[in-house]
């Protein structure tokens, strides 16, 4: 049974940061797409970040150069490093995995088949 369970979310002032992780179970998560979602208030779900089995990132216009996405196979996590936060990335977040080696970019929401019950980041201006 895949379980993700997100982590480290919390409120910050412009310009900080944060630092998500994502603790999976279940699963080979190295052989698993995974990425970073968000949902703001009263918005559709988006992507954030995603990253494949090889090791290729994929990132939001929005948000390049300023978040990190990365995963430790080992344990099974996911994190998102996120620096210079904008009260425009306030939102719930949410980790994503799919069991899929690459092709990760392409993927909506909709194709991710297990997902965490989300965090939120709240940025205050």
């Known amino acids: 049974q895949v379980q993700l369970v997100e982590s480290g979310g919390g409120s910050v002032q412009a310009g900080g940061s944060l630092r998500l992780s994502c603790a999976g179970s279940?699963?080979?998560?190295?052989?698993?797409?995974m990425g970073w979602f968000r949902q703001p208030p009263e918005k559709e779900r988006e992507a954030v970040a995603t990253?494949?089995?090889?090791?290729?990132?994929n990132y939001a216009d929005s948000v390049k150069g300023r978040f990190t996405i990365s995963r430790d196979s080992t344990k099974s996590t996911l994190y998102l490093q996120m620096n210079n936060l904008k009260p425009e990335d306030t939102a719930v977040y949410y980790c994503?995995?799919?069991?899929?080696?690459?092709?990760?970019?392409?993927?909506?929401?909709?194709?991710?088949?297990?997902w965490g019950q989300g965090t939120q980041v709240t940025v205050s201006s």
């Open positions: 994503a995995a799919l069991p899929q080696w690459f092709g990760c970019a392409a993927l909506s929401p909709s194709d991710f088949a297990y």
């Open positions: 279940g699963f080979t998560s190295s052989r698993y797409c």
């Open positions: 990253i494949d089995s090889f090791g290729t990132t």
